[in-house]
Nanobody, 120 residues
Framework: QVQLAESGGGLVQPGGSLRLSCEASGSIFSINAMGWHRQAPGKERELVASITSGGAVHYRDFALGRFTISRDNAKNTVYLQMNSLKPEDTAVYYC??????????????WGQGTQVTVSS
């Protein structure tokens, strides 16, 4: 059994900041890439940023310069620091991790999502 637990969402004013966290727990042999996706009402889920186990990062254009993804491999945790938030960043943010439970295969696991609302 593997679980991803997200935290850190909430209501923030435009220009404000939030830090999301996502901790993986359970029967874990290794974690490969971790990332954050988001889904706004009426829109498809989209990638925000990802990070490999070695620390290589990738951002969507809308996240460049405002969001920073990082991870603590010892804690099986990935973070998303979001600055200069805009109303269009309002969405449910989901954590995704590629996890191997045995060392022989890997599956994608999703968190339950955390709501981020940017509004004055």
């Amino acid at each position: 059994q593997v679980q991803l637990a997200e935290s850190g969402g909430g209501l923030v004013q435009p220009g404000g900041s939030l830090r999301l966290s996502c901790e993986a727990s359970g029967s874990i042999f290794s974690i490969n890439a971790m990332g954050w996706h988001r889904q706004a009402p009426g829109k498809e889920r989209e990638l925000v940023a990802s990070i490999t186990s070695g620390g290589a990062v990738h951002y969507r254009d809308f996240a460049l310069g405002r969001f920073t993804i990082s991870r603590d491999n010892a804690k099986n945790t990935v973070y998303l620091q979001m600055n200069s938030l805009k109303p269009e960043d309002t969405a449910v943010y989901y954590c995704l991790a590629g996890i191997s439970r045995t060392g022989y295969d890997e599956y994608d696991y999703w968190g339950q999502g955390t709501q981020v609302t940017v509004s004055s």
